[in-house]
């Protein structure tokens, strides 16, 4: 398949202690590791932090659609996602997500499966199904 966007980004440095920078500069940031993973943390970003924002936007937007493919008219939603790392039983890393959204306006049994609907057309969740742990919820 031929990709109808494709984004671009680089980095440099010492990894997660390092910078990244993409290919039209609009995301220009240097990276910490968190103090909760041994690094300094301190006011710079990190690669989950970056993974969240992604996913988050990436999210509501399906949300958004999942709703118009159901002729609803949702206001005031909001999407959070949180990115964890973990540890495995055989010491690798693995992330997991949490995704929490806010659908006022709706009864919880329209909002869930708006909900689901969403994990289905996701971008991001398709391209994480299988691969991590995904928690769903309604706030």
Do not use: W
């Amino acid at each position: 398949m031929e990709a109808i966007y494709t984004a671009s980004a680089t980095a440099t440095g010492d990894g997660r202690n390092g910078h990244v920078r993409s290919a039209d500069g609009v995301l220009d940031l240097d990276l910490a590791v968190p103090k909760e993973m041994g690094g300094p943390g301190g006011h710079l970003t990190n690669p989950e932090e970056l993974f969240a924002a992604g996913y988050a936007a990436c999210f509501h937007s399906a949300l958004k659609a999942a709703a118009r493919l159901a002729k609803i008219e949702l206001t005031d939603t909001a999407i959070t996602i949180d990115v964890g790392v973990v540890r495995t039983e055989d010491k690798r890393f693995k992330l997991q997500a949490a995704i929490e959204a806010e659908i006022p306006g709706v009864d919880e049994a329209t909002a869930r499966g708006l909900l689901d609907t969403a994990h289905q057309l996701c971008p991001y969740s398709n391209a994480t199904r299988g691969n991590i742990d995904v928690r769903l919820t309604l706030a």
